[in-house]
């Protein structure tokens, strides 16, 4: 398969299962699929092939009328969330076509998985950063502040990306050459190992290497 063909999922949340010699392993329980086929796109009338990939059903009484008339020939219903993947072998795939997670995985493959990061709001340096801060005797007057931050003369102003307060999380995330531990076609449930970006229920795309 290629490196970005791949699935939708919603992150379920996390647990552990026990090997065969008793030691614990931390899995993420990811639902994922099935994801249903709504479009073809090709080199000829795009410039690339993609497949456009629905998935979680949405009542068809939800839908507006262009988005109704996008998803009519895969004769599937309505999606809440529709993403593109690239692939390499378009006629392998049809519209109305439903993706599993048995057609693209198995256990102890490696893949990376995509997702939002859970939004921590405005920060501090030392939160965002991992500052130091000052020291915490009295009368310091400097205790979690970011510090100096111009330079002198030269350039005189303030160096683009300096680490500075704001905004923390709600940022695209992906996690490299995560393990499958367990895959549960019957459930429509992917165990991967370790932790994966986003809070409980959040949107995931989970990419085969």
Do not use: W
Not at 167 to 189: A, F, H, P, W, Y
Request: charged share 25%; glycine share 16%; proline share 4%.
């Amino acid at each position: 398969m290629p490196k970005t063909m791949g699935i939708m999922g919603k992150k379920v949340g996390m647990t552990r299962i026990y090997s065969e010699n008793g030691s614990a392993i931390p899995v993420t329980a990811i639902e994922a699929g099935p994801c249903v086929v709504l479009q073809r796109k090709t080199v000829a009338n795009d410039g690339y092939d993609a497949i456009q990939v629905g998935f979680a059903g949405k009542n068809e009484a939800r839908l507006n009328r262009p988005a109704a008339g996008h998803v009519k020939p895969a004769g599937k219903g309505g999606f809440y969330h529709i993403k593109e993947f690239r692939v390499e072998n378009l006629d392998q795939y049809e519209v109305g076509q439903e993706i599993m997670i048995g057609d693209l995985f198995k256990v102890g493959d490696l893949v990376d998985v995509s997702g939002v990061s859970k939004g921590r709001g405005f920060q501090g340096v030392i939160k965002r950063h991992g500052f130091g801060g000052g020291k915490k005797t009295h009368g310091s007057m400097f205790h979690r502040a970011p510090g100096s931050i111009g330079c002198s003369a030269t350039p005189s102003k303030v160096v683009k990306g300096k680490k500075m307060p704001g905004r923390m999380g709600n940022d695209l995330v992906t996690k490299k050459n995560v393990i499958i531990v367990d895959v549960r076609s019957e459930d429509n449930v992917l165990l991967v190992k370790g932790c994966v970006p986003g809070a409980k229920q959040g949107l995931l795309r989970i990419f085969t290497k």
